[in-house]
């Protein structure tokens, strides 16, 4: 119960990974507020232990300011916050790895002259604004405090982008970046700031990508897997160690401005 009374806010909390992170959290001791843009799922997961559910558009500074009040209310003001919202969205997708002459004249086929501008400013807002704007909502409550931090969550995408979606690489780029700015910044206010680089995990966002419909893997798995030399994908619970490690000022206290792969090994193979 290392975390006793500390508050913990969680964006994105009513996902896979990120209901992982908040339940986790709850489980060392933290009032942890479970934020989501939708409500019913984080209320599913703060249900779980008896969390707060909030909800909160990481995009909208009004509905942010409404979540900080009504968590400060509730629990106190935050101690720690895991910055998990984030996304792709198929409209920053093209339909193929690679370009050939012939995909242009093939109205079926989303070559990279045809990503949509909307498409690929929602990814960026959603992964880096929704980053940036919870920070800038929740952070003021941090400074000076003992043990404050803020967990960023960057991907694989952020040191290498994959092909296909490079919107969503991009993004997960200015995420890693983001994170030794801040870390930087906010170094004279006690205020550690680190992020976490899942590798490939099946979510409720990339199960459609990664299984088929009888539950075997897509070609784009198998991909994954023959460059990840474990050869699986990884489990919610496997980024725990590191969420909570990060977290923990006895453990991690001078440690700041880093973003830590946990990936199977995938950064580190070259694929020969």
């Given amino acids: 119960m290392f975390l006793k009374d500390k508050v913990a806010v969680v964006t994105g909390g009513g996902g896979v990974l990120c209901g992982a992170f908040a339940k986790a959290l709850a489980e060392n001791g933290a009032k ?3 934020l989501d843009l939708n409500i019913d799922n984080a209320k599913r997961v703060a249900d779980c232990f008896g969390g707060l559910a909030v909800e909160c558009n990481v995009l909208d500074s009004s509905s942010l300011e409404n979540a900080r009040k009504t968590v400060c209310e509730a629990l106190g003001t935050c101690d720690i916050l ?7 969205n198929p409209k920053g997708t093209t339909t193929k790895e690679y370009l050939n002459i012939e995909d242009l004249q093939n109205n079926d086929i989303t070559t990279f002259f045809d990503l949509d501008q909307k498409g690929i400013e929602f990814v960026f807002n959603l992964n880096f604004l929704g980053t940036l704007m919870p920070t800038q909502a929740f952070a003021k409550d941090m400074l000076n405090k003992k043990d404050a ?16 979606i490079p919107a969503y690489s991009g993004a997960k780029a ?3 970046n ?15 700031v680190n992020a976490i680089a899942p590798g490939f995990f099946v979510t409720d966002q990339n199960r459609a990508l990664l299984m088929n419909p009888d539950g075997s893997y897509t070609e784009r798995s198998e991909k994954i897997l023959s460059q990840t030399p474990m050869n699986r994908f990884g489990e919610a619970e496997e980024l725990l160690g590191t969420l909570l490690f990060l977290v923990d000022g006895r453990a991690s206290s001078f440690i700041n401005g880093v973003v830590i792969p946990v990936d199977g090994g995938f950064s580190a193979y070259s694929g020969v």
């Fill in 32 to 34: 942890v507020a479970v």
């Fill in 178 to 192: 983001f994170t030794q700015w801040l870390a930087v910044h906010f170094s004279k206010v006690g205020i550690r």
């Fill in 174 to 176: 200015a995420v890693s």
């Fill in 149 to 164: 931090v803020i967990i960023n969550i960057s991907s694989m995408n952020a040191f290498c982008p994959l092909t296909k």
């Fill in 82 to 88: 895991i910055n998990g919202a984030g996304g792709n």
